[in-house]
């Protein structure tokens, strides 16, 4: 197992994602416990010392799961995260209820690492706000003890990270965003990358296979990969062009069954780093799954000159390609439009057409943006 340093730690560079554990008959909430202690175990006897958790991951059972199966192991022989969940609004107000649920339901004294979860434009304003209290008890809960480490989760934009850090980010130890090769240009997951840099944040890796897409390419693009290094299967390209960025500490992967814990800590046991052309090859499998069913914006911005409702066509255009890419069901894309104004939000569009009138690209923009608020029901 490949470890890295963190401040007087040794994390394993694969961690053990407990979002995505075996479950019974497709049921998100009933976790196959017995299969999920077994992972655990095996994750454990082959060097993985991280395991990341969270309020609402298989609707509140993943807690309790991962907490009977490290109940098992000595506590010194692994690392527990777990996030405040502010992803939902309604739980602003109830951080101490929670906190201390968590540590009930985990059988934990403390915890390793502890994050605010899912910092983005819809949450922002609450995280900041000092009514509720959050970032005053956790550093309480830090300075006594029960949490060790403290950062933070984001999907959110880098302007909404930007505003985070201001407030927050002298203390923040870490952070956990979605990055991936897909994701590095096309999330700019590269400027997130960098502005992290700046304020000496380490980097936690989520969605290293974006949802097990980078797992499942189509033929050709597999091919290409298998061409330029034919003992290396798709998922592990994912996995070593992450092992090449110098900030990444943690790389988080949901693990849903045995056959893929073993292939993953096998792609962990050494670093193999991409040459030219294998990069090369990487960028051509980006290319040709960025030009299946996106727009070729480049956010030139000549449209929102145009637009008598003055909306924000090309960030509209950016979540609608993510929405393309994941599907229809992309929480992203929903919670981004979501945190919208309702003027502001794709079916606000009136289809006049003056945008698509002076597009370079050519892109039916009326009719891209009704088919996205369509499909988001928004």
Same mark, same amino acid.
């Given at each position: 197992?490949?470890?890295?340093?963190?401040?007087?730690?040794?994390?394993?560079?694969?961690?053990?994602?407990?979002?995505?554990?075996?479950?019974?008959?497709?049921?998100?909430?009933?976790?196959?416990?017995?299969?999920?202690?077994?992972?655990?175990?095996?994750?454990?006897?082959?060097?993985?010392?991280?395991?990341?958790?969270?309020?609402?991951?298989?609707?509140?059972?993943?807690?309790?799961?991962?907490?009977?199966?490290?109940?098992?192991?000595?506590?010194?022989?692994?690392?527990?995260?777990?996030?405040?969940?502010?992803?939902?609004?309604?739980?602003?107000?109830?951080?101490?209820?929670?906190?201390?649920?968590?540590?009930?339901?985990?059988?934990?004294?403390?915890?390793?690492?502890?994050?605010?979860?899912?910092?983005?434009?819809?949450?922002?304003?609450?995280?900041?706000?000092?009514?509720?209290?959050?970032?005053?008890?956790?550093?309480?809960?830090?300075?006594?003890?029960?949490?060790?480490?403290?950062?933070?989760?984001?999907?959110?934009?880098?302007?909404?990270?930007?505003?985070?850090?201001?407030?927050?980010?002298?203390?923040?130890?870490?952070?956990?965003?979605?990055?991936?090769?897909?994701?590095?240009?096309?999330?700019?997951?590269?400027?997130?990358?960098?502005?992290?840099?700046?304020?000496?944040?380490?980097?936690?890796?989520?969605?290293?296979?974006?949802?097990?897409?980078?797992?499942?390419?189509?033929?050709?693009?597999?091919?290409?990969?298998?061409?330029?290094?034919?003992?290396?299967?798709?998922?592990?390209?994912?996995?070593?062009?992450?092992?090449?960025?110098?900030?990444?500490?943690?790389?988080?992967?949901?693990?849903?069954?045995?056959?893929?814990?073993?292939?993953?800590?096998?792609?962990?046991?050494?670093?193999?780093?991409?040459?030219?052309?294998?990069?090369?090859?990487?960028?051509?499998?980006?290319?040709?799954?960025?030009?299946?069913?996106?727009?070729? #914006?480049?956010? *030139?911005?000549? $449209?929102?000159?145009? @637009? !008598? %409702?003055?909306? +924000? &066509? /090309?960030?509209? =255009?950016?979540?609608?390609?993510?929405?393309?890419?994941?599907?229809?069901?992309?929480?992203?894309?929903?919670?981004?439009?979501?945190?919208?104004?309702?003027?502001?939000?794709?079916?606000? #569009?009136?289809? *006049?057409?003056? $945008?698509?009138?002076? @597009? !370079? %690209?050519?892109? +039916? &923009? /009326?009719?891209? =943006?009704?088919?996205?608020?369509?499909?988001?029901?928004?």
């Amino acid at each position: 197992m490949i470890y890295r340093d963190f401040q007087d730690l040794k994390l394993s560079a694969l961690g053990f994602g407990a979002m995505r554990l075996p479950v019974i008959d497709g049921d998100d909430g009933k976790i196959d416990e017995p299969a999920a202690t077994e992972m655990v175990d095996y994750a454990l006897e082959h060097g993985i010392n991280y395991f990341d958790t969270a309020w609402g991951y298989h609707n509140g059972n993943s807690e309790l799961v991962m907490g009977r199966a490290l109940a098992r192991h000595p506590r010194e022989s692994f690392y527990v995260a777990t996030k405040f969940p502010g992803y939902d609004l309604a739980n602003m107000d109830k951080v101490a209820e929670i906190f201390e649920r968590q540590l009930e339901k985990t059988g934990l004294d403390y915890f390793d690492f502890y994050l605010f979860h899912n910092v983005c434009e819809m949450n922002i304003d609450a995280y900041l706000d000092p009514k509720f209290g959050i970032y005053d008890y956790l550093m309480k809960q830090k300075e006594a003890g029960r949490i060790r480490h403290l950062g933070f989760s984001a999907h959110g934009s880098i302007p909404v990270m930007e505003r985070f850090l201001e407030a927050y980010g002298k203390d923040m130890e870490f952070c956990q965003i979605q990055l991936n090769y897909l994701d590095w240009e096309f999330q700019d997951a590269r400027g997130k990358v960098e502005l992290l840099k700046k304020w000496n944040i380490p980097v936690w890796v989520m969605e290293p296979v974006r949802g097990g897409k980078l797992a499942n390419l189509s033929e050709a693009n597999a091919a290409k990969l298998t061409a330029a290094r034919p003992d290396e299967e798709p998922v592990a390209w994912a996995f070593r062009f992450l092992q090449d960025i110098p900030e990444v500490v943690v790389t988080l992967s949901g693990m849903s069954n045995m056959d893929q814990l073993k292939a993953n800590i096998a792609t962990f046991e050494e670093e193999r780093p991409l040459s030219d052309a294998e990069r090369a090859a990487l960028a051509e499998v980006v290319a040709d799954m960025l030009g299946q069913g996106t727009v070729p #914006c480049t956010a *030139c911005h000549y $449209c929102t000159s145009h @637009c !008598p %409702q003055g909306l +924000d &066509i /090309p960030t509209l =255009l950016s979540m609608y390609n993510q929405m393309k890419l994941t599907g229809k069901g992309d929480f992203i894309s929903s919670m981004l439009v979501g945190a919208l104004p309702d003027d502001k939000k794709p079916s606000a #569009c009136i289809g *006049c057409g003056a $945008c698509a009138a002076v @597009c !370079p %690209q050519q892109i +039916d &923009i /009326p009719g891209t =943006l009704a088919e996205f608020a369509e499909a988001l029901g928004l």
